[in-house]
């Protein structure tokens, strides 16, 4: 028996979750870590995944085509994982926005949606979405504070509405990161205003909790009421949400390939600032 306990535990053996969370992959990009990530692939396995945003940085191959054959192997991996069973929810981003015109459409097994609720294996609901439509919010958080909850609900109309017009026109969504630069020293303060946004948003959506990512800062924190969880980015810190059959959440950085240097993830400026240098670069 001991010996069969053992057998599970080696490492090439796929770990199986009742859902994998990942978001903000930014396959396209060259800053895309998609080696871990096929890595992580090989060795997790669950009933559903859900791709919570910027999962391809369409922004980025907008101007160059960059697409290796890791970022077609990361495509198969996913599909073939579809094929075998695994529900597959893909909720679009900032970065792959074109996805946002497709809400309800499955395509090669893989449902598309703006917005998911899911319930845990608790009984817990969680709000899932991307984030980036709080970006409004959380720069003007002061201003719609003080004007209340119509201000609120009007400036993420006008944020979408706004996007949607700049996407036609072929301009690129708002940058978060670009502004996210200009305020580098309070972004700190950045991410705590984020959660905040966020968490108000599940809780007027009467969840117990909500899943996100866009600001590439990984985190399982409880918000009064409101869980809010943060899935990270595997640009830098190789990071993915994994639930298990009870509904215990678990943040899982990702650090197999032993041969590279592990990712940080102490400093929350890094993943943003790193971005916005390759960005730069390119
Ligand atoms: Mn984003």
Request: aromatic letters at 10%; a negative charge; proline letters at 3%.
């Given at each position: 028996?001991?010996?069969?306990?053992?057998?599970?535990?080696?490492?090439?053996?796929?770990?199986?979750?009742?859902?994998?969370?990942?978001?903000?992959?930014?396959?396209?990009?060259?800053?895309?870590?998609?080696?871990?990530?096929?890595?992580?692939?090989?060795?997790?396995?669950?009933?559903?995944?859900?791709?919570?945003?910027?999962?391809?940085?369409?922004?980025?191959?907008?101007?160059?085509?960059?697409?290796?054959?890791?970022?077609?192997?990361?495509?198969?991996?996913?599909?073939?994982?579809?094929?075998?069973?695994?529900?597959?929810?893909?909720?679009?981003?900032?970065?792959?926005?074109?996805?946002?015109?497709?809400?309800?459409?499955?395509?090669?097994?893989?449902?598309?949606?703006?917005?998911?609720?899911?319930?845990?294996?608790?009984?817990?609901?969680?709000?899932?979405?991307?984030?980036?439509e709080f970006d409004v919010v959380v720069r003007n958080a002061r201003v719609l504070a003080y004007l209340g909850d119509w201000a609120y609900d009007t400036a993420i109309a006008i944020n979408v509405?706004l996007?949607?017009?700049?996407?036609?026109?072929?301009?690129?969504?708002?940058?978060?990161?670009?502004w996210?630069?200009?305020?580098?020293?309070?972004?700190?303060n950045f991410?705590g205003e984020f959660q905040k946004v966020v968490a108000d948003e599940?809780r007027r959506?009467?969840?117990?909790?909500?899943?996100?990512?866009?600001?590439?800062?990984?985190?399982?924190?409880?918000?009064?009421?409101?869980?809010?969880?943060?899935?990270?980015?595997?640009?830098?810190?190789?990071?993915?949400?994994?639930?298990?059959?009870?509904?215990?959440?678990?943040?899982?950085?990702?650090?197999?390939?032993?041969?590279?240097?592990?990712?940080?993830?102490?400093?929350?400026?890094?993943?943003?600032?790193?971005?916005?240098?390759?960005?730069?670069?390119?």
């Amino acid at each position: 028996m001991i010996c069969e306990t053992a057998m599970t535990d080696i490492d090439t053996e796929a770990r199986r979750y009742r859902t994998l969370f990942i978001s903000d992959v930014h396959l396209g990009s060259k800053a895309a870590k998609t080696d871990f990530l096929l890595d992580f692939l090989r060795l997790h396995d669950a009933d559903t995944i859900i791709l919570v945003g910027d999962i391809v940085d369409g922004w980025r191959l907008k101007r160059t085509w960059y697409w290796p054959q890791p970022c077609n192997d990361v495509v198969q991996k996913l599909l073939r994982k579809a094929r075998k069973g695994t529900r597959i929810i893909y909720i679009p981003g900032n970065h792959d926005e074109f996805m946002r015109d497709f809400p309800g459409v499955h395509f090669g097994g893989i449902e598309v949606a703006n917005r998911h609720i899911h319930e845990a294996g608790d009984g817990r609901k969680y709000l899932v979405l991307h984030g980036d439509e709080f970006d409004v919010v959380v720069r003007n958080a002061r201003v719609l504070a003080y004007l209340g909850d119509w201000a609120y609900d009007t400036a993420i109309a006008i944020n979408v509405v706004l996007s949607a017009v700049r996407r036609r026109l072929g301009l690129p969504y708002w940058s978060f990161s670009a502004w996210a630069k200009l305020q580098v020293k309070h972004a700190v303060n950045f991410i705590g205003e984020f959660q905040k946004v966020v968490a108000d948003e599940a809780r007027r959506s009467g969840v117990d909790g909500v899943i996100c990512g866009h600001i590439h800062h990984a985190v399982i924190d409880q918000m009064d009421d409101i869980r809010y969880i943060n899935t990270g980015d595997w640009v830098e810190s190789c990071t993915a949400v994994a639930e298990h059959q009870d509904g215990t959440m678990e943040l899982i950085t990702w650090r197999q390939l032993a041969s590279l240097p592990a990712p940080r993830t102490d400093v929350a400026l890094v993943p943003v600032a790193d971005l916005l240098r390759e960005r730069e670069a390119a």
